[in-house]
């Protein structure tokens, strides 16, 4: 079992705040918004979560109300160039599952595990 | 259940009692594909290898896939996605692109728009976000095979036998792979001048101009293939000092026409060229700047001149040498050094296939690549005999003056043909667009090469000017329809764009008559 840390938090500002406050470390970031669909593929990011490298971080971020979420111009989308929700994203770094392909055990465990 | 499947239970079912036909099969289907790790291995991750592998993983094939960079001389290397994805076609035409909007955003006050004077370009910008983007389209590649259930290995792939295939990490730690079926689609890569002293050690190649960390200022780009002019064009366009030494003529191969208005182009817009010169020697001043000597044929006398980058673009060297091919019996061009293939693809090994820019006599273009792989792919599976058509391909070269063309040049065409039984049409046209923005646009042209008699087949078109690409590639389908040059005039233009301009020929290069083309 590899030793991560989990931190889960509500809104743009204190994502920004969870990952400044871990600065040099591998940060995994999961986007959840509050609609129904969200829930199914969680248990797919949850049942790879055991493979992060050891010494890294899970942020679990609610990025707010549909409402919130629909606007284009709110700060996940705009600055973090989310396009859509869930994504599963590798902080810092190109790699990135975007909606069906958190679905996906075999891609969450690549980006958990390769390079 | 396949025919072969069906003989083999046939004959077991002859000369063995009979068994419960499921557990059968089972055993049957294990053993047959049992024999081999896979039904395919490509070696090579590039534009062909990928998509080969990726379509005969959707047709059932079960399939492996090896990528490895070699560091460039400076130790550049890059992620899986080949040539066209980390240095080449991707980050060439976004650069390009950096270079025309700095053009657009001086014309840009002629049309009103208020920008302060001086306009300046930051290299770190626009390397940083085109690498962003490479590296992101390496990761989609990532994902893309990991979804199509191919098996990637960064592993340096080579032949140890007709169906087994080495993978060597950086650190020499083999591992086997036996297969079915081997694809070779390891494309190619620069060449460095061999008896050049200083040329390997100072001087970068197309391996490396994208991932330099800081601009290669004032450059010197050897070379005259399209290649060296697309690179000298972006630099000029983002204010580099570029000069470009051709040692005879410019982008050969090519209509040697055309070639002459894409370079009196870009000699108009501040590229210097240096024609009929060789390099000689490279040496590093205590400045840190690089001193090129050269001997200029057409004065017979030795120039020299100190510059901060030297890019060699001198042609390209397929990546064949550490395949193990003469071990297994793949035979190889000997002059080009490139594997010798048939119609489909094949080696002169069975079960061995090659193609991209590895294959001899191939265009070196991504297009093609793709496609050939996807109907490889097919074969293979026994989807599909369709072979490859690599007739008539339209190609762009993105220099500030774009060209693009399809079919033969005119010198192919007169050669094939001769000289009375063609007809050139052409026309000099001036973009609406350079009305307003004040911009010259003397080597806007255009050519139309058709067969003289019968129908007036088209056998090639040419264009230079604006979206030559976006231009051309309608174009291509018309040329695949065996499109005639009353097709072409009868088809109505769409107005106002330099598009229309191929329906209005009308001017033919046998009259005389000037070319130039008036107002509406």
Redesign the interface.
């Known amino acids: 079992m590899s030793l991560y840390e989990e931190v889960k938090v509500h809104g743009y500002a204190e994502f920004c705040k969870a990952v400044s406050d871990r600065k040099g470390k591998d940060i995994f970031a999961y986007f959840s918004g509050n609609v129904i669909k969200m829930t199914t593929s969680e248990p797919t990011v949850r049942g790879e979560i055991s493979h992060l490298p050891e010494g890294s971080v899970f942020i679990y971020c609610q990025v707010g109300q549909r409402d919130y979420w629909k606007n284009p111009n709110n700060d996940f989308k705009k600055t973090l160039k989310l396009s859509g929700v869930p994504t599963l994203l590798r902080y810092g ?5 975007v909606e069906e ?1 958190c679905f ?1 055990a ?2 969450v465990r ?1 980006m958990f595990t ?1 390079d | 259940m396949g025919p072969l499947i069906q003989n083999n239970m046939a004959a077991f079912f002859k000369s063995r009692h009979r068994w419960k036909r499921t557990s059968c099969f089972t055993i049957l289907t294990r053993n047959l594909t049992g024999k081999y790790d896979y039904d395919l291995v490509v070696i090579g991750g590039g534009s062909g290898g990928l998509a080969c592998s990726k379509e005969a993983a959707q047709l059932g094939q079960k399939v492996a896939v090896l990528d490895y960079v070699e560091p460039s001389a400076k130790g550049t290397k890059w992620g899986l996605g080949g040539t066209c994805v980390n240095v080449g076609c991707i980050p060439k035409k976004l650069m390009h692109q950096a270079a025309l909007l700095g053009t657009a955003v001086k014309d840009a006050r002629k049309y009103g728009w208020k920008i302060k004077d001086p306009v300046s370009h930051d290299w770190e910008t626009m390397a940083e976000a085109v690498q ?1 983007h490479v ?2 389209l ?2 989609g590649h ?2 893309q095979l ?2 199509k259930k191919v098996k990637y290995l960064n592993l340096k792939g080579s032949l140890l036998d007709e169906h087994t295939v080495r993978g060597m990490t950086k650190s020499g730690k083999e591992s086997f792979l036996t297969a079915k079926n081997i694809v070779i689609a390891t494309g190619g890569r620069p060449k460095y001048p061999t008896d050049i002293p200083g040329a390997m050690e100072h001087g970068i190649t197309s391996d490396d101009i994208f991932w330099l960390k800081e601009a290669p200022g004032k450059t010197l780009v050897v070379g005259a293939s399209y290649v060296a002019l697309e690179c000298a064009g972006f630099l000029t366009g983002i204010g580099q000092d570029t000069k470009v030494m051709v040692r005879s003529i410019a982008l050969r191969g090519f209509d040697q026409q055309m070639a002459g208005l894409v370079t009196d182009h870009m000699q108009a817009y501040g590229t210097r060229f240096a024609w009929g010169c060789v390099p000689q020697r490279v040496d590093k001043l205590p400045s840190g700047a690089l001193q090129v000597t050269w001997a200029d044929t057409r004065t017979g006398k030795e120039e020299t001149d100190s510059f901060d980058s030297v890019l060699w673009a001198v042609g390209r060297a397929p990546e064949a040498k550490a395949l193990g091919l003469d071990k297994v019996g793949v035979e190889v061009n000997r002059e080009t050094g490139k594997i010798v293939v048939g119609a489909d693809e094949s080696t002169s090994v069975s079960n061995i296939y090659a193609f991209g820019d590895i294959g001899e006599g191939r265009p070196e273009l991504t297009p093609t690549a793709v496609k050939a792989g996807r109907l490889l792919a097919r074969r293979l599976a026994g989807q599909s005999t369709q072979l490859m058509d690599y007739d008539n391909v339209a190609t762009t070269v993105f220099t500030p003056l774009e060209y693009s063309c399809v079919g033969l040049s005119e010198e192919e065409a007169v050669g094939r043909h001769g000289q009375d039984a063609i007809e050139v049409y052409h026309a000099f046209y001036k973009p609406l667009e350079f009305t307003v923005a004040e911009r010259d646009a003397s080597q806007c042209y255009i050519k139309v090469v058709c067969e003289r008699g019968g129908e007036q087949r088209i056998l090639g078109l040419h264009y230079t000017g604006p979206n030559a690409g976006e231009v051309m590639q309608g174009f291509s389908l018309a040329l695949r329809c065996g499109a005639t040059l009353s097709h072409l005039k009868e088809t109505v233009g769409i107005h106002p764009t330099c598009a229309e301009e191929l329906t209005k020929v009308s001017i033919t290069k046998r009259s005389g008559l000037d070319a130039t083309v008036t107002g509406c």
């Open positions: 770094t190109p790699q990135k599952l392909e996906k075999n891609l690549m390769e | 962003n590296r992101s390496n990761w990532r994902v990991k979804d």
